[in-house]
T-cell receptor, first 111, second 116 residues
């Protein structure tokens, strides 16, 4: 089955700096990669996703890059704000019926 | 759009009680629903995958007789924790995936289950 690894597990950045979270996956058949943000005690919320036919996708301050050859994908948050503080999860899927989550990254943005 | 409603949000009950948690997709039909368990500061642990009209597929180590899942319609799945014990205390979250390939999961708000 698929194995998704996520790094780092914790990340602290100064407000205004950029944050990068990286994930690797093992199954080359995976073709859909969503990113979720989860605030304490709340539901994970989809913030951006990318499909395997695209190498990069951007939505305002958030971007995701995908390297199919190396089997890794990354989340980039620019101009970080305190409200970006949360736990971020990456995931990989190849059927749409099974999602494999990374272990999460706790991001703290220091004002 | 794509709202998933999960109830109850918090349950406190005595050991030995069975607890039912409902997960509903409000504005879309979900062919597949997932049930996760999450411990504090940890990732989502998939318990089972539920497809409408068929038996749920449980992950290794998850007791199917302990965690009963029913997915009777395209908008409703239920998880029943039978004879709950303190070790079952956790945060349970459901998610639903719409029809069509490679759709994102939409999560419910989660249910905090506390067994005394």
């Amino acid at each position: 089955g698929e194995n998704v690894e996520q790094h780092p597990s914790t990340l602290s950045v100064q407000e205004g700096d950029s944050a990068v979270i990286k994930c690797t996956y093992s199954d080359s058949a995976s073709n859909y990669f969503p990113w979720y943000k989860q605030e304490l005690g709340k539901r994970p919320q989809l913030i951006i996703d990318i499909r395997s036919n695209v190498g990069e996708k951007k939505d305002q301050r958030i971007a995701v890059t995908l390297n199919k050859t190396a089997k890794h994908f990354s989340l980039h948050i620019t101009e970080t704000q305190p409200e970006d503080s949360a736990v971020y999860f990456c995931a990989a899927s190849y059927t749409g019926n099974q999602f494999y989550f990374g272990t999460g990254t706790s991001l703290t943005v220091i004002p | 759009g794509a709202v998933v409603s999960q109830h109850p949000s918090w349950v406190i009950c005595k050991s030995g009680t069975s607890v039912k948690i409902e997960c509903r997709s409000l504005d879309f039909q979900a062919t597949t629903m997932f049930w996760y368990r999450q411990f504090p500061k940890q990732s989502l642990m998939l318990m089972a995958t539920s497809n409408e009209g068929s038996k749920a597929t449980y992950e290794q180590g998850v007791e199917k007789d302990k965690f009963l899942i029913n997915h009777a319609s395209l908008t409703l799945s239920t998880l029943t924790v039978t004879s709950a014990h303190p070790e079952d205390s956790s945060f349970y979250i459901c998610s639903a995936v719409g029809q069509g390939g490679n759709q994102p999961q939409h999560f419910g708000d989660g249910t905090r289950l506390s067994i005394l």
